[in-house]
């Protein structure tokens, strides 16, 4: 099943379409709410008792044919106990993220048979802030709140001109892997 699901994503990855437009453009409007797995950060002894995945949304302006910068904010709440103790954390996360979108220098200068019309490949950084709450039986001593600088890679796939499904993994907005939509406003 693994080995048929690979060969369909390669062969999605090798066809092309007609379409003329690149996909990423200056004075794009992008709206792109996501679920974040994979946490990091505290939580590491005890039993989970509850967890929400990290809730991200972020708004992205094409300011250039390959770059784009907005806002994003994001939530993840989690619960543990451990030795008769309940204990918790609840994380807002804000800032400003940057991007740059390289599908159409790999199709254009690269001569990369990439469809730029339907991908978009694109490096990220998040800047921002992480707010800690904490909640618990027990004292908790430690940071609660702190100030990052985070990349991460994206790919971001349209199904028609205003609407994509995206995957953003590294040391992104509260978590290592991010996937959602993406809304062309």
Known sequence: MKRLLLIILLASCSISFNSKAQVYQKGDNLFNPGIGLGYYGYGLVGNQTFSLPALTANYEIGIH???????????KSWRYSYLNSD???NI????????????TLLKEELDVDIDDSKWDLYILANFGFEVFSYTGDTNFEGDVDFV???PALGVRYYFSDNFAMYG???????????L???LKM
């Open 65 to 75: 044919e390959y770059f784009g910068i907005g806002p994003y904010v994001g939530y």
């Open 87 to 89: 204990y918790g954390f």
């Open 92 to 103: 807002i996360a804000f800032g400003a993220r940057g991007s740059f979108h390289y599908s």
């Open 148 to 150: 990052f600088l985070r």
């Open 168 to 178: 953003e993994g590294g040391r992104g907005a509260l978590s290592y892997l991010t």
């Open 180 to 182: 959602g939509i993406s």
